[in-house]
């Protein structure tokens, strides 16, 4: 009834967010205030809604197609892993660069255990694990005060080269093992899809239910004040860089799995593309905030773009630059709406301290 | 044990740093209930002696009792396990995260099992349970649910007061330590936070306050302490004094009131 529960949470009810704000008249917020945090925090679906009906009559009658939807979602499917390992990152306030390197690392090694008779099961779990140790090996050497950007980008280098020696320079082939978590379809929606699903239902819950998921979100906005209520924040930032870990390897798994093949390069336009999805969702490359299914409606976006001009037969240059253009113009409303919102409830805050009304 | 013993009592207190005398030989007491002001001039001691009470230094010399007991403070965590809360300026509060998030972070309510032993927390208890606390103290602000980005000045300054408030209040009541806690407010607001600190001390909670603010300690302490040059100048109730005499001890134009 007023503010969202938090900027973040677009799973938290409205319902119960009453249960606060009953006692207080004054933080009733007017309409035009509920407008501009409305546009803040769904402005993004907001924003894809409308892309989608323009492109249904844009591209019609190909775009509105069932079939074509399940399109759109297996094409923004790479980009959302990816995505969820470089917001998990930026909310604990460091960005991962060594995605691409994880992701060719996991792959890889997946693959060479497959090739070497090794159970389905070990190879991903394996590949997983990588994951989650180049995570840690970031975090551990970012908490000793250097600066994460750097750090990453020599996992990144690292970890590039680590998938070349393992895979011998060569791109592993015949990979017919994993395609149960790859071009297979589950009631009708690839795995991929399935696995994107299952992904941020479980990142969401975590970051906006539990505690250790508020407490991370709590270190990546104000490490200090998580120190002072007497947390270890230092666990909370090693975690940040495991998750994205994480999300590398499921990412580098995926695409082996759809390629049926392993490459040992690294592919940069991963962070790139990831990045983009992040950054129209708003989520703060400084730390603390961030909301996962606005990441999911970020990478869809990308997605939708790239498809619609697809079926116009228009070249996909133009669809990096209309994505380009898009970044710079959610960035600016973005920016447009907090001032106002913040000016507004401030003057009122204002007006009822200085009225004297409690 | 009993409770007539100051909640906080510092003895000798002597703090060198080379051969510059930061404190020398400082006795303090703060009773639960009490408001003591801080007073002195920049480079009087007044920080030094506050972050001896909140463990951040270790006193050359000196004793630190709590409750009576004597107690050795390695860090500020020693401290804050002792019931001793340090409000700092910067008041550390996580912007994007509403109040109720802010004042039960690290005593976060879990929900029942078997959700609560995946570590899913009752916000809606979290809530009941910060805005309860808020109604002891007597605070108004906002919704449970507003971020605290979107509070004003003084708003905020409330949520961190009461957030160190409600941390002190355990067993035995703690003492908070208070930084300038008005330096970035305006009247109004600085008038709120006067009336929480009053009413915190009303809750058996043990406040000293560091502060330039001439008027701001007279109007919410009970006892006054004048540092100066790392001495104790002064050490009187505050309906016992004014503002001349304070000036004096705080500027040295008036001898110590405990000159050898």
Known sequence: MTVPANPGGAVSLAPEDTAGAAPDEHTKDSVGIRALIFTRDRGLIVLWVVLLIVFSVWASPFFAKWSNAVLIANAGALTAVYAAGVAAGAISGALDISLPGVAALAGVTCGWLLTHHVSVVVGIVVALAIGLAVGVANGLITLRGFNPLIVTIGTLSATSGLAAVVAGGYTITGLNQLTFMGTRHYAGIPAPVWIVIVLYIVLTLFLTQTRDGIRFMAVGGNKEAVRRSGIQSDRYRVLGFMISGFCAALGGLITTAVDTSANPAADPSIIFTALTAVALAGVALTGGRGSLPRVLVGALILATISNALTIKGIQPYWGTIVTGLLLLAALGMEKGVETSVERRLMAAAQATVHSGKK | ?260
Not at chain 2, 77 to 82: E, F, I, K, P, V
Not at chain 2, 207 to 221: D, F
Request: proline share 4%; hydrophobic share 40%.
């Open chain 2, 1 to 260: 044990m009993t409770d007539a013993a100051p909640a906080l009592e510092l003895s000798g207190i002597d703090m060198h740093y080379g051969y510059v005398r930061a404190l020398d030989q400082i006795d303090f007491r703060v009773a639960n209930g009490e408001v003591v002001a801080l007073l002195g001039d920049n480079g009087a001691g007044k920080s030094t002696l506050l972050k001896v009470m909140s463990g951040a230094h270790r006193p050359t010399t000196g004793t630190i009792k709590v409750h009576g007991r004597e107690m050795e403070f390695h860090s500020p965590t020693d401290s804050t396990h002792a019931g001793i809360q340090m409000v700092y300026q910067d008041l550390a509060l996580v912007e994007a995260q509403d109040i109720a998030t802010n004042l039960m972070l690290g005593r976060e309510i879990l929900r029942k099992p078997p959700l609560g032993w995946l570590g899913f927390v009752d916000k809606k208890a979290q809530r009941k349970r910060s805005q309860a606390e808020l109604d002891r103290l007597g605070v108004r602000t906002a919704a449970m649910t507003r971020p605290v980005e979107m509070l004003s000045g003084g708003q905020r300054q409330v949520v961190a007061l009461a957030r160190s408030a409600t941390r002190v209040s355990g067993e035995h009541n703690g003492v908070l330590l208070l930084d300038e806690p008005t330096a970035a407010l305006g009247y109004e607001q600085t008038k709120q936070v006067e009336a929480l600190i009053v009413r915190m001390a009303s809750h058996g909670i043990g406040c000293v306050l560091v502060t330039h603010n001439l008027p701001l300690a007279m109007a919410v302490s009970t006892r006054i302490v004048v540092l100066n040059r790392g001495r104790k100048y002064a050490d009187v109730p505050t309906d016992q004094t004014d503002n001349d005499q304070l000036v004096g001890w705080i500027t040295g134009a008036r001898p110590s009131m405990f000159a050898a």
